[in-house]
């Protein structure tokens, strides 16, 4: 499923796991491993522009490129998305999602 997504076009190599995992801090194993829940979860919790954003800084985007891209109009603008991504994906809404997710999948396996 995320072959066409936003994520697949800036990202060829490197998963979402391997991205948020060092960015909350988590024990080994505790989220999905499944690429395509976590960037559900991403998705759903941050605006479009956050997310696409986030995606490109990621991915080593020069951030005078992002700008132009996504047309944020100055710098500050920029900078405050930027923010406001970065907290949302290390807030506790983020992390219990993923928890919850990743719990769910456990007992999945389990049965």
Do not use: C
């Not at 491993?33 to 954003?53: G, M, P, Q």
């Not at 920029?78 to 993923?98: H, P, S, W």
Request: charged share 40%; aromatic share 10%.
């Amino acid at each position: 499923m995320l072959e066409n997504s936003v994520w697949k076009r800036y990202h060829e190599d490197k998963t979402i796991n391997e991205t948020l995992f060092p960015l909350l801090n988590f024990e080994e194993g505790y989220i999905s491993n499944d690429e395509t829940v976590l960037y559900n979860i991403v998705k759903r919790l941050l605006t479009k522009k956050e997310l696409r954003a986030f995606i490109m800084l990621e991915a080593g985007i020069n951030e005078d490129e992002i700008m132009k891209e996504l047309s944020f109009d100055t710098k500050e603008d920029f900078e405050k998305n930027k923010k406001k991504a970065y907290g949302k994906i290390r807030g506790n809404k983020m992390a219990q999602e993923l928890k919850n997710t990743h719990v769910s999948v456990r007992k999945e396996v389990e049965e």
